[in-house]
T-cell receptor, first 116, second 110 residues
Framework: GAVVSQHPSRVICKSGTSVKIECRSL??????MFWYRQFPKQSLMLMAT?????????EQGVEKDKFLINHASLTLSTLTVTSAHPEDSSFYIC????????????FGSGTQLSVL | SQQGEEDPQALSIQEGENATMNCSYK?????LQWYRQNSGRGLVHLIL?????REKHSGRLRVTLDTSKKSSSLLITASRAADTASYFC??????????FGAGTTVTVRA
């Protein structure tokens, strides 16, 4: 099956620093990737849709200048949390559509961000 | 945006018992999918059922879909300790995005 690799798995940083999270599709090309945020014991909240070679599409209420998304190639999307603050602490997960019919989502293993 | 509502929120069962969880949604869909998430990990796709299907099986999993009631159920038969996880339904409409339900946390006691 399709494999999505996400790094790092855990980040602890000081308030005010920027953090970059990478999401790679290892054995397939992903023209579209999705970035989610998840709080403890809650569902996934879609933050943005990352489109290869064009601007990301952000969901309502998600600050595009705060969460920078770059999808420079068919296998790599990055999410940069700029000037992180404690309230940005969360579990961030990326995914991409893949499989025979492109209907299923394949997920990275997630990144736990803790901002001190 | 979150479309699905799942119940129960949490379920605790004995190994060997069956686990059933339900998902309701609001808008028309192309398909409905179930995913599993182990604590602190990404989600894993379990099964997909299309809007013109009523029931689907995959190993110990059985999924039903009732589009008239806008609801789906996931049954895990003969549960094992390794089935302990959170389970999410996700609806696929026409906007290329999946909307996830709130999830059901299943604990299987040995």
């Amino acid at each position: 099956g399709a494999v999505v690799s996400q790094h790092p798995s855990r980040v602890i940083c000081k308030s005010g620093t920027s953090v970059k999270i990478e999401c790679r599709s290892l054995d397939f090309q992903a023209t579209t990737m999705f970035w989610y945020r998840q709080f403890p014991k809650q569902s996934l909240m879609l933050m943005a849709t990352s489109n290869e070679g064009s601007k990301a599409t952000y969901e309502q209420g998600v600050e595009k200048d705060k969460f920078l998304i770059n999808h420079a190639s068919l296998t790599l999307s990055t999410l940069t949390v700029t000037s992180a603050h404690p309230e940005d602490s969360s579990f961030y997960i990326c995914s991409a559509r893949g499989g025979q019919s492109n209907e299923k989502l394949f997920f990275g293993s997630g990144t736990q961000l803790s901002v001190l | 945006s979150q479309q699905g509502e799942e119940d129960p929120q949490a379920l605790s069962i004995q190994e060997g018992e069956n686990a059933t969880m339900n998902c309701s949604y609001k808008t028309s869909i192309n398909n409905l999918q179930w995913y599993r998430q182990n604590s602190g990990r990404g989600l894993v796709h379990l099964i997909l059922i299309r809007s013109n299907e009523r029931e689907k099986h995959s190993g110990r999993l059985r999924v039903t879909l009732d589009t008239s009631k806008k609801s789906s159920s996931l049954l895990i038969t003969a549960s094992r300790a390794a089935d302990t996880a959170s389970y999410f339904c996700a609806t696929d409409s026409n906007d290329y995005k999946l909307s996830f339900g709130a999830g059901t946390t299943v604990t299987v006691r040995a």
